[in-house]
């Protein structure tokens, strides 16, 4: 097998891992309360790292063996993999609009990355990687806060939070770049805040793309992750190491079209998430205002005709009496005779006495007026 085949493979392999390690965190999301940022106890997660860690390890070896221009789009290939793996895996299926948008998302980003050209190797001063670390602590913790306030929006609270795991992994990337270059020429002291910025950033970016996936499905957190952190990387390449698009303004016009291609699909993602969790709260309404008649043998309320729970508590439900069945019965005239029974020492024929009903003209309730009882016993003195 040639390196660039070997590459290749070794690429496709480490896609895989990203993205059965997404399924697995998105898996621990759901099931965890409160959407936790680092369920510790919870084996799932530690496999999820796992797979992580092997789709990093393998995505280093492939660039060892093949060009960062053919690697680099391959490592796009994860959310296009993420899909049938989960609907595979754990039964999730994904809609035409999804797909629509994980495609796009995918092809606008390896377009993005093929053209951004190599440079020679380049370190970052003291003072820039003072500012780097700085810039993007600030802006990973505004979109931790912007998610916390976007609560009662899963779909927008899981795209910030992605955003924000994004720009932590592209920083540590760009750090990690920068420690790589120092120790070329021997490893100093001066090096120990790089990595211990690369240890935040990384440790953040992990926290907050386990928090992304909760109550917000699984396409459209790891779109959004999969997007940013080379697009943040490549960035700063741009701006600090003096890289460039390739075939000059031809490129940087093409780039610029993958980036929007990308983001549409970004946006597609994110809009059948909210439309999702529209619907889904719709029907819980729906159920709440009209609930299932209960099965054969259940009790019911009197009022409401709601399954009555073992609790006791009937169902909610809206119950309407219309006003012509009030009329009906206010209206309706009290045709019953009650007849009261007479003593036992009374004769056969006066047992029963039929007494009238009495009472006001609009339908009030009806008293029966008392009657004398002519079969009282007497008492002798």
Not at 54 to 67: D, E, F, I, N, S
Not at 133 to 157: F, I, K, Q
Not at 210 to 216: C, L, P, R, V
Request: glycine share 12%.
């Amino acid at each position: 097998m040639s390196a660039l085949a070997l590459s290749v493979l070794l690429s496709l392999v480490s896609a895989v891992a990203y993205a059965g390690g997404a399924i697995v965190q998105e898996q621990v999301a759901v099931s965890s309360p409160d959407g936790q940022y680092a369920p510790l106890r919870r084996p799932g997660w530690w496999a999820a790292l796992a797979l992580n860690g092997l789709g990093g390890l393998l995505h280093v070896v492939a660039l060892a063996y093949g060009p960062l221009s053919l690697v680099q789009p391959l490592g796009a290939l994860t959310i296009v993999f993420a899909l049938p793996m989960a609907a595979l895996l754990v039964g999730r299926r994904a809609g035409a609009t999804a797909w629509r948008g994980a495609i796009m998302a995918t092809v606008g980003l390896a377009g993005l990355l093929s053209l951004v050209g190599a440079s020679d190797a380049q370190s970052l001063s003291g003072a820039q990687r003072v500012f780097v670390a700085l810039v993007t602590g600030g802006a990973v913790v505004a979109l931790m806060v912007a998610g916390r306030a976007a609560h009662r929006h899963p779909a927008v609270r899981s795209v910030l939070l992605a955003t924000g795991s994004g720009i932590a992994f592209g920083m540590s990337s760009v750090f990690t770049k920068t420690v790589a270059v120092d120790w070329s020429g021997g490893v100093t002291a001066s090096d120990l805040p790089s990595l211990a910025v690369i240890g935040v950033f990384a440790t953040a970016g992990v926290l907050l793309s386990q928090a992304s996936y909760k109550d917000a499905g699984l396409a459209a957190p790891l779109a959004t992750l999969t997007v940013v952190n080379p697009v943040v990387a490549a960035v700063v390449g741009i701006t600090m190491f003096g890289e460039t698009f390739r075939y000059g303004t031809t490129g940087t016009a093409l780039a610029l079209s993958c980036a929007v291609v990308a983001g549409g699909g970004l946006i597609l993602l994110t809009t059948e998430r909210i439309g999702h969790t529209e619907t889904e709260a719709g029907t819980r309404a729906t159920t709440a205002v009209h609930p299932e008649p209960s099965p054969e043998g259940e009790p019911t309320d009197a009022v409401t005709g709601a399954a009555v729970r073992p609790s006791g508590a009937a169902e909610p439900v809206a119950a309407v009496i219309p006003v012509a069945e009030l009329l009906d019965v206010v209206a309706e005239p009290a045709a019953a005779e009650v007849r009261v029974p007479a003593p036992r020492s009374a004769p056969q024929e006066d047992r029963d006495v039929p007494t009238p009903l009495f009472g006001p003209f609009y339908g009030g309730p009806y008293v029966p007026m008392p009657v004398v009882d002519r079969h009282r016993t007497r008492v002798r003195s």
